[in-house]
């Protein structure tokens, strides 16, 4: 599976959108980006996933690059309790997930 | 929703002694369940991967006689850790694919203490 970059830490505003970047330039052409979160001390917690067009949902949205070489996490309002480490990873349909050491994100009051 | 549960969610054991963490998908079968370990603000490392009814597979450098995995049904894994010593003290997370879409889910780990 590709690897991921992520920066390793963000801040963000109570009640701004959170954007979290992740490049993945090697990912190949039937490999999906799925975005997880973890609260200290819990088990990651599925948020949104897709292959080549946007997605949006009820916690977030993902913004893929044409190129796929490249895409975003949006919280849109930020609170207190999305304060986690974003985990960013490409993987091919059915095969384990390998985590990166994703992104501490605070959000700040 | 799909539930992927772990138990114990917190254990104490001696050095020496072995202890054995279930997972367990409460409303759909998991024909593959996944085994990460996480030491302190570290990232979650693949440990092995299991499938129903056979051996698992387990990652580089993970030693197979000291974490031994059992899936033995469609529902249940259990990871037995052998002769604890501190340094296995981490938090253990399961996950199962499974239910529609063959989506995995992640269970709410389990710390290991090992005293």
């Known amino acids: 599976d590709a690897k991921t970059t992520q920066p390793p830490s963000m801040d963000c505003a109570e009640g701004r959108a959170a954007n979290l970047p992740c490049n993945h330039s090697?990912?190949?052409?039937?490999?999906?980006v799925y975005w997880y979160r973890q609260i200290h001390s819990q088990g990651p917690q599925y948020i949104i996933h897709g292959l080549k067009n946007n997605e949006t949902n009820e916690m977030a949205s993902l913004i893929i690059t044409e190129d796929r070489k490249s895409s975003t996490l949006i919280l849109p309002h930020a609170t207190l309790r999305d304060t986690a480490v974003y985990y960013c990873i490409v993987r091919l349909t059915g095969n384990q997930f390998y985590f990166g050491t994703g992104t501490s994100l605070t959000v700040i009051p | 929703g799909a539930v992927v549960s772990q138990h114990p969610s917190r254990v104490i054991c001696k050095s020496g002694t072995s202890v054995k963490i279930e997972c367990r998908s409460l409303d759909f079968q998991a024909t593959t369940m996944f085994w990460y370990r996480q030491f302190p603000k570290q990232s979650l490392m693949l440990m092995a991967t299991?499938?129903?009814?056979?051996?698992?597979?387990?990652e580089q450098g993970v030693e197979k006689d000291k974490f031994l995995i059992n899936h033995a049904s469609l529902t249940l894994s259990t990871l037995t850790v052998t002769s604890a010593h501190p340094e296995d003290s981490s938090f253990y997370i399961c996950s199962a694919k499974g239910g529609q879409g063959n989506t995995i889910y992640f269970g709410e780990g389990s710390w290991l203490t090992v005293v």
């Open positions: 299991s499938n129903e009814g056979s051996k698992a597979t387990y």
């Open positions: 090697t990912i190949s052409g039937n490999e999906y």
